[in-house]
């Protein structure tokens, strides 16, 4: 089944012309859009299905700096502040607390790379704790186990995904974007080697501005134009239960299972990392560059079926503006969970965390993580077609710095001072001639 989310009304009118077009609401896609029409920027946002229905309702919530790659540490920092910040300006609740996340652990590779990772936090002023053996044991209580270690890390926190893009698009509305939903942007225009137009299915956008954050999408999105952007997507499942467990932690990870309060008090509960590999022609043409990055969690990922193909997300066709596209007859990407890690999942949380025996499962689902290479974004204006920024690859890790992507990108199209630096997030770094390390996460 679909994951929760919260249903929102938004226009069916669709701006003949705007100052910026954003190409997709997920999180990072509603997040632009809200921080241009901020700038006082005549915005349009279209989606092909409903706000927030794909990964970005499908993940965690987590919003954390602990262990983050050093090219995302910046950015993940500042999406704190902003989520922080989008509250008080809006009013609109995602859910967000700094509730602090916990990661508990007995294996002593491990606590030394938390350690080592402590270290580095320190040089960029991230706080987090290492716990002892007796500190870790104590926060850990509701598992009824000693632990050798651990980490704390108190500023960061949990948003809503079942409600925080929704949250952000009505901010948007209130601003006086034009938000339209069941509207796939086929394409773009261009004139005399800019952008022109965004082309949609329920008409053509004049713009010389446009941002495409379609997250799983994006790749085939970009070969329409002659963009070589490589990405795979891993589906991965997760399970929630309902309310009735008491005295958990908020946000726990461990080695065998990951569980995070919900903001109806139930629980979602997930395995770090686990995910089958549906195979796609895309996948096929970009596997070279991705053979690093399997490689290092081949542990974790496990051959899955033909449901990417069907999906139709990662097609190596060429589509015509004037027909329905494969997202038109995919309106949301809505995979059937893998029922085997689903069994794991539960079995391992119930082992872990016997209060969760008083919960029952609600639901369960999956989603695809659309991936780069290097496990980190691309985030920059596509040379070859002035005025086009992409936004994707988020590598599962998008949900949590959402804001601050949104704000880089709103930064770049503007022109303004970026956020953070953005170099390490340049799209043309995929063109075989610099190779990124693969990213811890």
Wanted: charged share 20%; with cysteine.
């Amino acid at each position: 089944m679909r994951a929760p989310l919260q249903q929102i009304e938004t226009t069916e009118q669709l701006p003949q012309s705007a100052d910026a077009v954003v190409i997709g609401a997920g999180i990072v896609g509603v997040f632009t859009a809200y921080y241009l029409a901020q700038r006082g920027l005549k915005v349009a946002l279209v989606e092909k299905g409903r706000i927030g229905a794909e990964q970005s309702s499908r993940n965690w919530g987590w919003c954390r700096q602990q262990n983050r790659d050093a090219r995302e540490l910046p950015m993940a920092t500042r999406s704190l502040d902003l989520w922080d910040s989008f509250a008080a300006e809006t009013g609109e609740d995602t859910g967000f607390r700094r509730c602090g996340l916990l990661y508990l652990s007995n294996d002593e590779a491990e606590l030394a790379g938390w350690a080592r990772w402590r270290d580095f936090a320190k040089t960029a002023g991230v706080t987090t704790y290492m716990l002892d053996s007796a500190e870790a044991t104590a926060r850990g209580l509701a598992t009824g186990r000693s632990w050798r270690g651990g980490v704390f890390s108190p500023t960061d926190g949990t948003a809503d995904p079942s409600r925080a893009a929704p949250a952000v698009a009505r901010a948007i509305i209130k601003l006086g974007g034009a938000v339209r939903q069941n509207c796939a942007a086929r394409g773009i225009e261009v004139e005399g080697g800019r952008l022109s137009a965004v082309v949609t299915e329920s008409g053509t956008i004049r713009t010389k501005l446009a941002v495409l954050a379609g997250g799983a999408w994006a790749s085939s999105f970009c070969h329409q134009f002659g963009f070589r952007f490589p990405q795979a997507s891993v589906r991965s499942s997760i399970l929630s239960v309902s309310p009735g467990a008491e005295n958990l932690p908020d946000a726990l990870h461990t080695a065998r299972i990951s569980a995070t309060r919900r903001g109806d008090g139930g629980y979602t509960l997930a395995i770090s990392g686990r995910g089958r590999v549906d195979v796609t022609p895309q996948q096929l043409r970009f596997s070279s560059q991705f053979l690093p990055m399997f490689l290092k969690r081949w542990r974790s990922l496990a051959p899955g079926g033909l449901q990417g193909v069907r999906s139709g997300h990662e097609t190596l066709r060429h589509w015509g503006l004037d027909q329905p596209t494969p997202m038109e007859r995919m309106r949301i990407l809505d995979p059937a969970p893998d029922q085997a890690a689903i069994r794991l999942t539960h079995a391992r949380a119930l082992e872990l965390l016997p209060a969760l025996r008083q919960t029952r499962i609600n639901a369960a689902w999956a989603g695809y993580i659309d991936s780069t290479p290097d496990g980190v974004p691309a985030i920059g204006e596509i040379d070859t077609v002035p005025g086009f920024f992409l936004a994707a690859g988020f590598s599962g890790h998008g949900f949590g710095i959402g804001p601050g992507a949104g704000h880089l990108v709103a930064d770049l199209v503007t022109g303004l001072a970026p956020i953070v630096d953005a170099t390490s997030y340049d799209p043309r770094r995929f063109d075989g001639s610099v190779w990124g390390e693969v990213a811890d996460f």
